[in-house]
């Protein structure tokens, strides 16, 4: 399976008020995605089956 790791540093998201729950720190696992900010967005099905299986380990 293939994955890229990153911690960003900088920037926010819209939900950063449940970035931990209940005291215990929590990951957001993203999927590459083309137009993201658009009506509609692209993504490689391989990248989603790669998410998908990581989620469920």
């Known amino acids: 399976?293939?994955?890229t790791r990153a911690v960003r540093?900088?920037?926010g998201i819209d939900g950063?008020?449940?970035?931990?729950?209940e005291g215990i720190p929590t990951?957001?696992?993203g999927i590459?995605?083309?137009?993201?900010?658009?009506?509609y967005?692209?993504?490689?099905y391989q990248?989603?089956?790669y998410?998908?299986?990581l989620g469920t380990v």
């Open 32 to 39: 590459p995605v083309r137009y993201e900010h658009t009506n």
């Open 51 to 53: 998410t998908v299986k």
């Open 47 to 49: 990248d989603f089956a």
């Open 16 to 21: 950063s008020e449940i970035l931990t729950y």
């Open 1 to 3: 399976m293939s994955y």
């Open 41 to 44: 967005g692209m993504v490689a």
């Open 27 to 29: 990951i957001c696992i």
């Open 9 to 11: 540093t900088g920037g």
